[in-house]
């Protein structure tokens, strides 16, 4: 089967596209026939082990796993003789920020905590494209107590994450203001978000309002920057460690002070991620962006568009 690979830390040109063997399905494990993946921020930081955390994870020195990819969409091909709740045929979904070797035409992975159907009527590209900036973004959500009525700013809300995050707030009843380019104002505006700023044009930080919560999707801000627009106990919350890697620190400390503070989200429980967007796709209120489509033989340049930072939603790899 046709994969891409990488033997060492570095650059998406380090990227191969070669024949490797068909992985065979454990008692425990699905054989899985990949139709859609993406390229990813999760996907980029293995590529180069940055930061360098993602090492104890990846492999210190060099890959421990050669091959490439977090998410995918597809259909069951095999089954492990202890596999229950899936059948041949079955059309499903998953991701493991740990990586999934799921940039294949085949992949093979344990059922009980990082797959689920997939949404109905729903194609392979939409239902892979759901997955991590949504995962990431529920995540964000469950540091805090969402009320109905109140108050959020989305800080980068053309990207996988944002946009994912700006529908799940407005799904819970959320008042949303979010920053976004020029080129992407109307199709922010068209998820539902009350407010659009184009960034480029204004200081998001000098408007003038203030919010519960401020959700930076992209990481290029900072508490510092965010406390004017932050309600007295306001909260913010970053898709990054911050400078100088600040937002764990502060995360710790901020609580102690009263007021305004910080929550650092360690993303976990994929699969309450996967039930949630499965029933919001199938009720219509959440659809990811999907940017670009490459084929899998043009995957350096989907790693190489993705870290330009520009892209809006999702790029996915078609397969079959």
Same mark, same amino acid.
């Given at each position: ?60 020195? #060099? ?5 490439? =990819?977090?998410? %995918? ?6 089954? +492990? /003789? !202890?596999?229950? *709740? ?114 480029? #044009? ?5 408007? =003038?309002?203030? %919010? ?6 992209? +990481? /290029? !801000?900072?508490? *510092? ?96």
């Amino acid at each position: 089967m046709k994969a891409a690979v990488y033997y060492q830390y570095g650059p998406p040109e380090l990227i191969q596209v070669k024949e490797i063997p068909k992985p065979i399905p454990k008692h425990d494990e699905v054989l899985v026939r990949v139709h859609a993946t993406t390229v990813n921020r999760t996907d980029c930081a293995i590529l180069r082990a940055h930061p360098f955390i993602m090492r104890f994870f990846t492999g210190l020195t #060099k890959p421990s796993n050669p091959v490439l =990819g977090t998410d %995918f969409a597809g259909m069951v091909e095999g089954l +492990g /003789k !202890s596999v229950k *709740g899936f059948r041949f045929g079955d059309r499903i979904f998953g991701f493991t920020d740990q990586g999934m070797s799921s940039q294949a035409e085949y992949l093979v992975c344990k059922t009980e905590k990082f797959i689920s159907h997939m949404p109905k009527n729903i194609s392979f590209q939409q239902a892979a494209a759901s997955i991590e900036g949504a995962h990431y973004a529920i995540n964000f959500i469950n540091k805090v107590k969402l009320e109905v009525g109140q108050r959020a700013f989305v800080n980068g809300a053309s990207g996988a994450i944002g946009s994912a995050m700006v529908q799940l707030l407005k799904y819970q009843g959320l008042h949303v203001t979010a920053t976004c380019t020029y080129k992407n104002l109307g199709l922010i505006s068209s998820l539902g978000v009350d407010k659009v700023i184009d960034y480029e #044009k204004e200081d998001f930080t000098l408007i =003038g309002e203030t %919010f519960d919560y401020v959700f930076d999707a992209v +990481g /290029k !801000s900072s508490f *510092g920057k965010c406390k004017p627009i932050l309600k007295p106990k306001g909260i913010y919350i970053s898709s990054e460690l911050g400078p100088k890697n600040q937002n764990p620190i502060l995360a710790l400390v901020t609580p102690l002070m009263g007021g305004k503070q910080v929550k650092f989200p360690f993303p976990y429980d994929i699969k309450t991620s996967l039930a949630l967007v499965k029933n919001m796709m199938e009720e219509g209120k959440f659809m990811p962006l999907i940017d670009r489509e490459y084929s899998l033989n043009d995957i350096s340049k989907a790693y190489a568009y993705v870290e330009t930072g520009q892209k809006t939603g999702n790029v996915t790899i078609n397969l079959f």
